[in-house]
C-alpha cells in the first residue's frame, strides 16, 4: 500500500532538482492510488514543507554536526517533512510523526541514518526561534518567514521591517478560492443556488460576477467548471479585467495572455463581439487558452503566437489593451511556494522587459483609448515606478478610473496595489491610463 509521507518525501527530492512544486504535486497525486483522505495529507506536508524551507533548515542545522546539503536528499526530505508536521501540524502527534521518520528512513535505505533522524528531530521539535542568533534583521526575516535574503532585503527597504513581517505573514495563509462565474452561461445567483444546494458558502466579490466559494476539494472536477459556468480567476486579475471595461464591438489586445482567464473575463465584458487578440510568447500554451474559451462558449477570440515586446501591426488602433506583464510574482509566494526563494538576479532585466512591453502596447492604443498595466507582485519597482518612468516620458496617457476595489485597497490616482494583509487577496498591482 503506498504510503503518504513517504510519496511526499519522494516528491520533495523532485522537487530539489528544481522542480515547480504545483506541477510535480498534481502529476503524481493524478497518478496515486492513494485515497482522497491521503492525497489532502500530501498536499499539506510537500505544500507545507515547501513553504517552510528555510525556516525548517535553520532549525534542523542546530542539531546537525555537518552540513544539512551533505545530507543524502532521501534523509534531508524525511527531516524536513517530519520537522515540519512536529512544528506545523498540530493534527499529528508528536510520537507519530518521529517514528514514521524513523521507520520511512529504514524503508528508503537509508536504516544507517535512522537513529541521527530520531535523535534530531526530537531536539528540533522544541528548538526556540525567539532566542536565535541571526547575523542580520535580513536574515532573521528569511529564516522566520522562509523567503530568500534578496527578498526580504527588498521589502525591508521598501516596506519597513513591521509591514514586511505583516505581508510575509499573510503570504503563509491560504487564500481564499475565487471563480469568475460566465455571464454567456449563467448568473452568479444561479451558481451561488448551485452551491447552496450542497451546502457550500459562497461571498460575492466587490467585482461583478467573481464570487468566492468555500469549496475544500478539486473544484476543477465539478460540472459547473466543467461546462464552462465558471473558472478560477483571483480577485486581482479579475480587478485589471475590470479596470480595462473593453465594450461590445471593440478591437481589445490582451498582450500576455496565457493560461487564458483575463481573456475569457475581457471576451464576457464584450458579450462575445468585436474582436479579441489574445496572445502569448509561449506558442505551446495557447492551447491552454483554447481549452479555456472551448468550454466557456467564447467566439469572439483571435489566438496569436505574438512577443508582446515587439510591435506588431495588426493591434494598432486597439480600444483596450490589457498588459499583464511577466513579473517577480512576489504576491502570490502564498499560491506557489517556488517564488519565495528566488534570487532576483534577474530583476533589472524583467523591469525592462516590463518597461519594453509598456511602450509597446501604448502604440497600440488609440486616441480616447485604454491600457491597463498589471503584476502579481508588491515590489514598487515593478509597478509604481514604471508607471511614474512611462507618463513623465509620454504626455498623451493619463490616468484613468478604478472600478470599485476589495475592502482595504488603498488606491493612488489611477493605480492600486493590493496587499495580501490589508485586502485578503493575492497581492497584485493595476495602474489604469488612457490615451488623451
Given at each position: 500500500?503506498?504510503?503518504?509521507?513517504?510519496?511526499?518525501?519522494?516528491?520533495?527530492?523532485?522537487?530539489?532538482?528544481?522542480?515547480?512544486?504545483?506541477?510535480?504535486?498534481?502529476?503524481?497525486?493524478?497518478?496515486?492510488?492513494?485515497?482522497?483522505?491521503?492525497?489532502?495529507?500530501?498536499?499539506?506536508?510537500?505544500?507545507?514543507?515547501?513553504?517552510?524551507?528555510?525556516?525548517?533548515?535553520?532549525?534542523?542545522?542546530?542539531?546537525?554536526?555537518?552540513?544539512?546539503?551533505?545530507?543524502?536528499?532521501?534523509?534531508?526530505?524525511?527531516?524536513?517533512?517530519?520537522?515540519?508536521?512536529?512544528?506545523?501540524?498540530?493534527?499529528?502527534?508528536?510520537?507519530?510523526?518521529?517514528?514514521?521518520?524513523?521507520?520511512?528512513?529504514?524503508?528508503?535505505?537509508?536504516?544507517?541514518?535512522?537513529?541521527?533522524?530520531?535523535?534530531?528531530?526530537r531536539r528540533a521539535a522544541s528548538y526556540?526561534?525567539?532566542?536565535?542568533?541571526?547575523?542580520?534583521?535580513?536574515?532573521?526575516?528569511?529564516?522566520?518567514?522562509?523567503?530568500?535574503?534578496?527578498?526580504?532585503?527588498?521589502?525591508?527597504?521598501?516596506?519597513?521591517?513591521?509591514?514586511?513581517?505583516?505581508?510575509?505573514?499573510?503570504?503563509?495563509?491560504?487564500?481564499?478560492l475565487c471563480v469568475r462565474v460566465n455571464?454567456?452561461?449563467?448568473?452568479?445567483?444561479?451558481?451561488?443556488?448551485q452551491f447552496a444546494k450542497q451546502k457550500?458558502?459562497?461571498?460575492?466579490?466587490?467585482?461583478?460576477?467573481?464570487?468566492?466559494?468555500?469549496?475544500?476539494?478539486?473544484?476543477?472536477?465539478?460540472?459547473?467548471?466543467?461546462?464552462?459556468?465558471?473558472?478560477?480567476?483571483?480577485?486581482?486579475?479579475?480587478?485589471?479585467?475590470?479596470?480595462?471595461?473593453?465594450?461590445?464591438?471593440?478591437?481589445?489586445?490582451?498582450?500576455?495572455?496565457?493560461?487564458?482567464?483575463?481573456?475569457?473575463?475581457?471576451?464576457?465584458?464584450?458579450?462575445?463581439?468585436?474582436?479579441?487578440?489574445?496572445?502569448?510568447?509561449?506558442?505551446?500554451?495557447?492551447?491552454?487558452?483554447?481549452?479555456?474559451?472551448?468550454?466557456?462558449?467564447?467566439?469572439?477570440?483571435?489566438?496569436?503566437?505574438?512577443?508582446?515586446?515587439?510591435?506588431?501591426?495588426?493591434?494598432?488602433?486597439?480600444?483596450?489593451?490589457?498588459?499583464?506583464?511577466?513579473?517577480?510574482?512576489?504576491?502570490?509566494?502564498?499560491?506557489?511556494?517556488?517564488?519565495?526563494?528566488?534570487?532576483?538576479?534577474?530583476?533589472?532585466?524583467?523591469?525592462?522587459?516590463?518597461?519594453?512591453?509598456?511602450?509597446?502596447?501604448?502604440?497600440?492604443?488609440?486616441?480616447?483609448?485604454?491600457?491597463?498595466?498589471?503584476?502579481?507582485?508588491?515590489?514598487?519597482?515593478?509597478?509604481?515606478?514604471?508607471?511614474?518612468?512611462?507618463?513623465?516620458?509620454?504626455?498623451?496617457?493619463?490616468?484613468?478610473?478604478?472600478?470599485?476595489?476589495?475592502?482595504?485597497?488603498?488606491?493612488?490616482?489611477?493605480?492600486?496595489?493590493?496587499?495580501?494583509?490589508?485586502?485578503?487577496?493575492?497581492?497584485?498591482?493595476?495602474?489604469?491610463?488612457?490615451?488623451?
Amino acid at each position: 500500500m503506498e504510503n503518504p509521507r513517504r510519496t511526499a518525501a519522494v516528491l520533495l527530492v523532485r522537487q530539489e532538482k528544481n522542480g515547480y512544486a504545483n506541477l510535480i504535486l498534481g502529476t503524481a497525486l493524478a497518478k496515486s492510488e492513494l485515497s482522497p483522505r491521503d492525497k489532502a495529507f500530501v498536499s499539506v506536508l510537500f505544500y507545507g514543507t515547501t513553504e517552510r524551507l528555510l525556516t525548517l533548515d535553520f532549525i534542523l542545522q542546530q542539531f546537525l554536526s555537518k552540513p544539512l546539503q551533505k545530507l543524502d536528499a532521501e534523509v534531508r526530505a524525511i527531516l524536513r517533512s517530519g520537522l515540519y508536521q512536529l512544528r506545523y501540524m498540530e493534527s499529528v502527534p508528536a510520537s507519530a510523526a518521529i517514528n514514521e521518520a524513523v521507520g520511512l528512513t529504514k524503508k528508503m535505505g537509508k536504516t544507517s541514518a535512522a537513529g541521527m533522524v530520531n535523535a534530531v528531530l526530537r531536539r528540533a521539535a522544541s528548538y526556540s526561534l525567539e532566542t536565535a542568533q541571526f547575523t542580520s534583521e535580513t536574515q532573521r526575516i528569511s529564516v522566520l518567514y522562509s523567503v530568500s535574503q534578496p527578498i526580504a532585503a527588498l521589502l525591508i527597504n521598501q516596506y519597513g521591517i513591521n509591514e514586511a513581517q505583516t505581508f510575509l505573514e499573510a503570504c503563509h495563509v491560504r487564500s481564499r478560492l475565487c471563480v469568475r462565474v460566465n455571464p454567456l452561461k449563467t448568473t452568479i445567483e444561479e451558481v451561488q443556488a448551485q452551491f447552496a444546494k450542497q451546502k457550500i458558502e459562497t461571498e460575492k466579490s466587490c467585482l461583478k460576477n467573481s464570487l468566492y466559494v468555500n469549496y475544500k476539494g478539486d473544484i476543477t472536477n465539478t460540472k459547473l467548471f466543467k461546462n464552462g459556468f465558471l473558472y478560477v480567476q483571483g480577485e486581482g486579475s479579475a480587478l485589471a479585467c475590470a479596470a480595462l471595461n473593453p465594450a461590445p464591438n471593440q478591437k481589445v489586445i490582451d498582450l500576455c495572455a496565457a493560461p487564458g482567464g483575463k481573456t475569457a473575463t475581457l471576451a464576457q465584458y464584450m458579450e462575445s463581439t468585436g474582436t479579441l487578440y489574445s496572445c502569448d510568447i509561449s506558442e505551446g500554451r495557447l492551447g491552454l487558452i483554447q481549452d479555456l474559451l472551448s468550454r466557456t462558449g467564447i467566439t469572439n477570440v483571435t489566438l496569436m503566437h505574438n512577443n508582446a515586446a515587439i510591435p506588431n501591426t495588426t493591434f494598432a488602433q486597439a480600444d483596450a489593451v490589457l498588459c499583464d506583464v511577466p513579473c517577480s510574482g512576489l504576491g502570490i509566494m502564498g499560491k506557489k511556494p517556488d517564488i519565495r526563494y528566488k534570487s532576483l538576479t534577474d530583476l533589472d532585466g524583467l523591469i525592462a522587459l516590463q518597461q519594453e512591453i509598456l511602450e509597446t502596447a501604448a502604440t497600440y492604443v488609440k486616441k480616447g483609448g485604454r491600457l491597463v498595466y498589471s503584476t502579481c507582485t508588491i515590489n514598487k519597482d515593478e509597478n509604481e515606478n514604471v508607471i511614474q518612468a512611462f507618463l513623465q516620458k509620454h504626455q498623451d496617457f493619463t490616468f484613468g478610473t478604478l472600478p470599485a476595489l476589495p475592502k482595504g485597497a488603498q488606491p493612488q490616482q489611477g493605480m492600486v496595489v493590493l496587499h495580501p494583509h490589508k485586502t485578503a487577496t493575492d497581492g497584485f498591482f493595476v495602474a489604469v491610463l488612457e490615451r488623451v
